[in-house]
Structure formats: structure tokens, C-alpha cells
């Protein structure tokens, strides 16, 4: 069975697919060593742990390096956040999709944010063409930033969600990523609205996994949040050192050198 085939499958439990997103080789193997059934990546930390800012300015070859370190480090189906593709037409962020088609990834984020509707179903209707005609097979992942980015006042949130969410479908999409979603009511009534499973990102309030599962979600990621959390540790321990120099500081639950020589042994 494909890497690609397995993703699929991780979508059709009763509990969702929990993605701890990584954003480098490193963090990529630790998760998978701690049992995670897939990787997906962060593109905010991606571009953070390569000296960019979130927000469609990493280079993309540099997200294509990034892919072939991790590709190179782990087993389990992979799964890139690509932003809006890194590109405006449709042709062109087809391409870039093969190239990391080519390193034998199992599926792609894509996301709308302030762009319009019309042009991601574009953009997924030229990637599902392009890896057709090349014989491969990738899970798509389209996410709308309908809740995460208010693009519609909130009383209009569920509807404008279900809306691209099935257009998106019609463009080929294999599931539906949408950030910031959180209340469980608006859950259930685009659960029961749409034809792709439903992807959710980890946020204070969300229900927990099981309960989610009971909702109708398949998929919850991480997104940038490890990555925020290990930056914030880092921060901390950055402020302290300088500040006292206390040896001390660094032996706070330190992950053993051996143990990491372990991982890419």
C-alpha cells in the first residue's frame, strides 16, 4: 500500500488523525518516534526555523530542501503545508505541487486566505491534473481561512464555510481544513453539510480528540503551536542563561544526547 493510500485510511476513523506538526527533519523524526501515524508540516514554522516570516515569503525552494531533508529521515506518510502554493496561477503552484509530488510526499495543505474562492478550486483542479497525468496520487487538504481570518461576519461563518468547502470538493479536494473552527454546533452543521472529512486545528476551547471524533472531525493538527511552545521555551531559557548564567537552568528535563544520536542513527 502507497504512503498516499495509508493517509487516506488515517481519515476514515472514528477518532481524528492527530497531526503534531513539525518544521524541520529533527522535529520530524522525534514525533514520529513518539508513534505518530503521519507528519504533517507547519509552514509557519518552516519559515521561522529557515530566518522567514510566516506568511506566503518563504522561497520555494527552500520548502522543496526542507521536504527532501525530512522525506529523507522518516517512514510515515507526509503531508506539506504549501500556503497558497507559493504562486498565484493556477499552472504555476501545479508545478511547484510536483516537485514535491516527485519526492514521494503523501498529500498537500493549500489554503484560500484573502484570496477568492474561485481561484484555490483553480488551483486544486490544476494539481489534480498535473498528478493525474504523471500517474500519481496525492491527498489535498484544502483549508479556508473562513473562521481563522473572520473573512465573513461570524454569524455567516458556518454557511460561508460549507459553501467552500464543497466547492472545493468539486475541484477535487480530498479533505477540509478549517482553522479556528471551535464550537462544537458549528462543527456538527458543517460536518452534516459537506462531502470531505474535516479537518480542525488544536486551539484553547476545542473539544478534546474522542469528542471531536463523536462530532464528525477526522483530522486535528497542531499547526504552529509545538513550534510556538518550543520557540517560547527557548526564549526563556535564552533570557535566563544570559541573565545568570546558571548551568543549572539547563538540565530542566533535557531531552539525552544519546537518545537524540538514537533517532538518526
Known sequence: ????????QLHEQSIPLRLPNAWDAGSARLIEAQGASAIATTSAGLAWSLGYPDGRTLPFDEVVASVRRIVRVVK??????????????????????????DL????????????????????IE??????AKAGVDLFVNARSDVFLAS????????????????????????????????RPSDIETIVGAIRLPLNVMALPGLPDAATLGQLGVRRLSAGSGIA???????KAMAADFLAHGRSEALDDKPLPYAEIQQLFA
Open 228 to 234: 510556538q511552545v518550543v520557540l517560547g521555551r527557548t
Open 151 to 182: 473573512l465573513v461576519e461570524q454569524a455567516k461563518q458556518p454557511q460561508e464555510a460549507i459553501a467552500r468547502g464543497n466547492l472545493y470538493a468539486s475541484a477535487g479536494a480530498d479533505g477540509l481544513f478549517l482553522p479556528a473552527l471551535v
Open 1 to 8: 500500500m502507497s504512503n498516499t493510500n495509508t493517509f487516506r
Open 126 to 131: 490544476a494539481i489534480k491534473r498535473a498528478v
Open 104 to 123: 514521494g510526499i503523501a498529500g498537500i495543505n493549500i489554503e484560500d486566505g484573502p484570496d477568492a474562492a474561485p481561484l484555490l478550486a483553480a488551483k
Open 76 to 101: 510515515v506518510p507526509l503531508s506539506v503545508d504549501v500556503e497558497n502554493g507559493y504562486a498565484d496561477t493556477p499552472e504555476a503552484v501545479a508545478d511547484h505541487v510536483m516537485r514535491l509530488a
